[in-house]
């Protein structure tokens, strides 16, 4: 019989909305999956009972308890054969494979995920959420794990031109920042799956608010795109290169990296102002700015 995982991934693409967010959550976490019970594997993705039961029919299982029980053997399988490279690297890098080899499939594989992004973006809805964010009075962001890393590289960018931006990675205090936000502010939130709790319970928390409400996911139908008034969809899908923690930070990088430019060009005057004095301010420090 496949790996349970193998056939999670291979359905996905076919399965509706919920069992779609459930697959990939599965994908995502499949030991924390199998840890939860079916009520808290529902509330963790935000779908009903009966969409983890149709999924496992779909998988050819007769209930959630073959599921998780798949899943512990799966990882039991993966540990003891060794296998946890083909499902973390992939099948295009072999553990012999020379540096060169590596870095072209590398390469290849970042190249197809970027082109795929930038292709598949509305670009209406991307120029809507530069508009609210250009002229936002306070700009909230949110991630975890690898989503909060690109967060904080977004802040950093907004926060050098002169916005009012600020970047959690802690449930507790984004949900507190996401309490005072109001009509005139604007909460960014990204998350691969889009079917995390936290991400979902910040951009729910801003949405309750008036704020407008920005999700960057792979799932545009997850429980956390529920919750956004505009939707910025990636394109990360199972390649050779399996590794879709390590693709979806590239593909996020990628919608923020052509967000960041619409912004900056709306507020061309003051970036440009902001631009020479953070410049003017780090120079010292610089290698070429005649500093120690």
């Known amino acids: 019989m496949d790996q349970i995982l193998d056939r999670v991934r291979a359905l996905r693409g076919e399965l509706p909305d919920a069992q779609r967010a459930l697959a990939v959550f599965i994908l995502d976490d499949p030991a924390g999956a199998s840890a939860r019970t079916i009520l808290e594997l529902a ?6 009972t009966g969409s983890i039961t149709r999924l496992c029919r779909a998988l050819g299982l007769a209930g959630y308890s073959q599921l998780r029980l ?16 083909r499902e973390d ?31 598949g973006l509305d670009l209406a809805v991307l120029e809507e959420a530069a508009d609210r964010i ?7 962001l949110f991630g975890v ?32 920042g996401a309490a005072v936000l109001g009509r005139d502010d604007v909460a960014l939130v990204l998350s691969h799956s889009g079917g995390t709790r936290e991400p979902r319970d910040v951009l729910a928390e801003a949405a309750s608010r008036g704020a407008t409400t920005i999700a960057v996911t792979d799932v545009p139908a997850s429980p956390l ?5 505009l939707i910025l969809a990636t394109r990360v899908r199972a390649t050779g290169l399996r590794s879709e923690a390590v693709l979806a930070r590239h593909a996020q990088m990628a919608v923020l990296d052509v967000l960041y430019v619409a912004v900056a060009q709306r507020t061309y005057d003051s970036t440009t102002v902001a631009m020479a004095a953070t410049q003017e301010a780090v120079r010292p420090y610089r290698g070429d700015g005649g500093g120690n």
């Open 225 to 229: 795109a529920a919750h956004a008034d």
């Open 89 to 119: 690297i992939g099948t295009d890098i072999g553990a012999h494979d020379s540096v060169e080899q590596v870095a072209a499939a590398v390469a290849a594989t970042v190249s197809g995920v970027v082109t795929r992004t930038v292709e």
């Open 70 to 85: 798949a899943l512990a053997a799966d990882q039991g399988a993966r540990d003891a054969r060794g296998t946890t490279w």
């Open 43 to 48: 509330a963790a993705v935000g779908v009903s």
């Open 145 to 176: 794990g690898g989503s909060g890393t690109m967060a904080v590289e977004f802040q950093q960018r907004l926060y050098r031109i002169g916005l009012p931006v600020w970047s959690w990675s802690d449930t507790h205090v984004a949900l507190t």
């Open 134 to 140: 250009a002229a936002a009075r306070r700009i909230e």
